[in-house]
Structure formats: structure tokens, C-alpha cells
């Protein structure tokens, strides 16, 4: 009769209970954070439900779909940053009620609303620009502008009042900002900017309203330059968002350009299951938000002094990696359920059952391990260099997760034999 090796057994025992000990440690931050990914996989499933029934308008406009990866990323990268900065002003001591325009929260605010303006042109012409470059047939210039303006102010104006609303039940409730904000604010993101440039796409064939809303939106982006010249200026919290997150912003949404146009050049597939369609926003958004909790997290730890900007994370920065992971599997084990439920609800084809949440948690899995990677490393190395990870860390997360999710999710469906 063989024995099992002692030490194989001890060190198994060892692993269990720091495992139970990691559990216990989180619990409370698992807690909030489930309970808004649900909010938010819920809401992202309806979301996704939508962009199966577009299938219509992807068909009449192409190229559209290069730019819903962008659009849908940067409500997210914007107002998911905000929520970080809110996040970090609660656990600071700097946020107070009302935010008035010269308080840090007021700064962030203001800041992301001329974002908003500025890089909904800007994607316009990335979208535009980048499909020609690929030589991809898609719609005009000017569709683009119209459709990503429109869509980009009507949904912005929501996911902003949102944002805000939920830092005050945060505050009042006691919650930790951190690990509620960004599941919550990119569900919101993901519900309203389908809606939104689907409604903008309308607009389209009525006669001069293009022009018209082309010469609008080329002179909102002049208009805002010129009174935040004239008056935000003096505002330094302000003016150091908008230098250091512009940037970081049209490289977010030029990957998510990329990750458009990964969609576009294999769209055939998607119009064979459209329930693959119902998939993308809740898993792409949930891969966002859990390396948003993470990068939101570490933000604040390194602001507090918590966590060492190490090459290699510390005790306390590998408490919070945990945390994405027991996020993760049960999360993505529902954006499967979910996401097959409702297509079969609506009658929209669909894979096997089992092939879409098997493709939902593999995907997920591998998406989730390239989210602590970037997550740690884009809070790290944005500290060391002397820059504020708030405005780093939830763009480059969410932005890399829109191409890498995508590539993840193809390159599930290679594994699984899926179309």
C-alpha cells in the first residue's frame, strides 16, 4: 500500500487554508464587488440583446461595427476613470458634497465632459481611417462624425448623472467606490451607447441634418477648447486630467478601433449565431470591470501608501489579483447562462447551451489573467513615473480588454469548435 507523500500533504493544507485566509480577508470586497458585476451582467446581457437585433443596421452600414467596440469602451475609460478619482478622493478625504466646479471632484467632472466632446470626433476619424487603411469598405467621414458625436453626448449625459449618483449612495451607504464603480458605470456605458448610435444612425438619411450636426460638432470641439483656455485653465486638477488622460485615451480608442475591426473582418460568423453578438458586450464589460476593480484598488492603495510599486506584486497587491479571479468564474459562468437564456428567449440561433457558456467561462479565464497583468503593471509603472494611475490604470485596462476579450473569445471559439 502507498502512502501519500507527507509534505505533498502538508503543502496542499497550506495552499486550502491560505486560500480560505485570502476568502476571509476579501469577503467583504467580494461581496460588493458580485454584487455589482450581477447589476452589471444583467444589464450588459439587454445591452448585447440589442446589438443582436442591429444585425439589420450592421448589414446597411458598413464599418458600423468598428466603431460600437470604441464607442461602447470609451463611456467606460471615461466615466470609469471618473469613478476611480471619485474613489480616491473618498478614501483621501477629498471629496465633499456639492461637487462645485473647483473642488477635485468638480475638476474630474468638468474634465470628463470635454473629453467626452473631444475624443467622440476623434473616433470618428480613427474609425474612418484605420478601415481605410485595412482597406475595409465602410460608411463616409461624416456618417462616422454624426454617428459617434450623437451617440457619444446622448449617452455620455446619462452614464455621468449615474456616476455620480452612485458615488453618493456610496458615500451614504459606506461602500468602497473602488469595487463598485466600475461594473456599474460600464453596464451603464454598454446599456446606453447602443441605444444611443442606433437612434444616431436614424438621423442619417434625413436630409442636410448631417451636414448640420458635422458643422455642430466640429464647433463644440472649437468652443470647448476656447472657454476651457479661457476658464478652466487656472484649474490644476483639471488641466492635469485632461494632459495626462487625452493621450492614453486615443491610444484606448484606437485599439478599440483594432478590436472593431477583428469584428468586422470575421462579422459573417456573428451573422450566423447573432447570439454571439448578445455575448460581446456583457463579456467584454465585465473583463473590463474586473481589471477596473483591480486597477481602481491598486490606485488608491498606492496613493494611500499600501502597496509598493514592486516589479512583482506584494502580499496586499496579491490579495487584490485574487480577488479578480473569484470574481471572475462565477461571473462568466452567468454571462454564458444569461446570454444562451435570453437568445433562446427571443429566438435568436445560437450555438450549443453548453458550447456558449463553456465559450464564456474559457474566454473569460483567459481575458481575466491578461487583466491583472495590465491592470498591476499600467497602476505600477504610471506611480513610478510620477503620474496619477487614476488616469492610467481604467482606460488601459478596459481599452486592452476590448481587443484582448475579443482575440480570447475568437480564440475560444477555435478551441470549442465553435462556427
Known amino acids: 500500500m502507498q502512502f501519500p507523500d507527507i509534505h505533498a500533504v502538508e503543502l496542499w493544507n497550506r495552499i486550502r487554508l491560505r486560500f480560505i485566509d485570502l476568502l476571509r480577508v476579501q469577503a467583504t470586497n467580494a461581496r460588493q464587488g458580485m454584487g455589482a458585476l450581477l447589476v452589471a451582467s444583467g444589464t450588459n446581457v439587454f445591452a448585447g440583446l440589442t446589438l443582436g437585433f442591429m444585425t439589420g443596421t450592421l448589414e446597411r452600414l458598413p464599418g458600423l461595427i468598428i466603431l460600437v467596440p470604441a464607442a461602447i469602451g470609451m463611456r467606460g475609460n471615461i466615466f470609469g476613470a471618473l469613478g476611480s478619482r471619485l474613489g480616491t478622493a473618498m478614501h483621501t478625504g477629498q471629496f465633499t458634497t456639492p461637487i462645485t466646479r473647483r473642488s477635485a471632484p468638480g475638476q474630474g467632472v468638468a474634465a470628463a465632459l470635454v473629453m467626452t466632446l473631444y475624443i467622440s470626433v476623434a473616433l470618428a476619424v480613427l474609425a474612418k481611417e484605420t478601415a481605410r487603411l485595412f482597406g475595409l469598405e465602410t460608411i463616409s467621414m461624416l456618417d462616422y462624425l454624426v454617428i459617434s458625436f450623437v451617440g457619444g453626448i446622448l449617452s455620455s449625459a446619462v452614464v455621468l448623472l449615474i456616476t455620480i449618483r452612485v458615488a453618493m449612495v456610496s458615500v451614504r451607504r459606506g461602500w468602497d467606490m473602488d469595487n463598485v464603480a466600475a461594473p456599474l458605470v460600464t453596464a451603464a456605458g454598454d446599456l446606453v451607447t447602443l441605444p444611443a448610435l442606433w437612434l444616431a444612425t436614424l438621423l442619417l438619411p434625413i436630409p442636410f441634418v448631417r451636414e448640420i450636426l458635422g458643422i455642430i460638432s466640429l464647433g463644440a470641439v472649437i468652443g470647448v477648447t476656447v472657454y476651457s483656455f479661457l476658464r478652466l485653465r487656472g484649474l490644476s486638477v483639471y488641466r492635469g486630467i485632461i494632459r495626462q488622460s487625452i493621450p492614453i485615451l486615443l491610444l484606448a480608442g484606437l485599439l478599440d478601433i483594432i478590436a472593431g475591426i477583428t469584428i468586422d473582418r470575421r462579422v459573417d460568423r456573428f451573422f450566423t449565431y447573432p447570439a454571439l453578438l448578445v455575448l460581446i458586450p456583457p463579456f467584454l464589460a465585465?473583463?473590463?470591470?474586473?481589471?477596473?476593480?483591480?486597477?481602481?484598488?491598486?490606485?488608491?492603495?498606492?496613493?494611500?501608501?499600501?502597496?509598493?510599486?514592486?516589479?512583482?506584486?506584494?502580499?496586499?497587491?496579491?490579495?487584490?489579483?485574487?480577488?479578480?479571479?473569484?470574481?471572475?468564474?462565477?461571473?462568466?459562468?452567468?454571462?454564458?447562462?444569461?446570454?444562451?437564456?435570453?437568445?433562446?428567449?427571443?429566438?435568436?440561433?445560437?450555438?450549443?447551451?453548453?458550447?456558449?457558456?463553456?465559450?464564456?467561462?474559457?474566454?473569460?479565464?483567459?481575458?481575466?489573467?491578461?487583466?491583472?497583468?495590465?491592470?498591476?503593471?499600467?497602476?505600477?509603472?504610471?506611480?513610478?513615473?510620477?503620474?496619477?494611475?487614476?488616469?492610467?490604470?481604467?482606460?488601459?485596462?478596459?481599452?486592452?480588454?476590448?481587443?484582448?476579450?475579443?482575440?480570447?473569445?475568437?480564440?475560444?471559439?477555435?478551441?470549442?469548435?465553435?462556427?
Not at 492603495?301 to 462565477?330: C, M, N, T
Not at 447551451?353 to 499600467?378: D, E
Request: proline share 5%.
Open 286 to 419: 465585465d473583463a473590463g470591470a474586473i481589471g477596473g476593480i483591480l486597477s481602481a484598488r491598486l490606485s488608491s492603495k498606492l496613493h494611500l501608501g499600501l502597496v509598493d510599486p514592486k516589479a512583482l506584486p506584494g502580499r496586499r497587491s496579491i490579495e487584490d489579483i485574487s480577488l479578480a479571479y473569484v470574481l471572475a468564474i462565477p461571473v462568466f459562468l452567468l454571462v454564458g447562462i444569461g446570454a444562451t437564456l435570453v437568445s433562446s428567449i427571443t429566438g435568436l440561433a445560437h450555438p450549443p447551451w453548453m458550447s456558449m457558456i463553456a465559450l464564456s467561462v474559457l474566454a473569460g479565464t483567459m481575458a481575466t489573467t491578461a487583466a491583472v497583468f495590465v491592470a498591476y503593471y499600467a497602476s505600477v509603472l504610471s506611480y513610478r513615473f510620477g503620474l496619477d494611475p487614476d488616469n492610467y490604470g481604467i482606460p488601459t485596462v478596459t481599452s486592452t480588454m476590448d481587443m484582448t476579450g475579443v482575440l480570447a473569445l475568437f480564440l475560444a471559439m477555435v478551441i470549442l469548435g465553435i462556427v
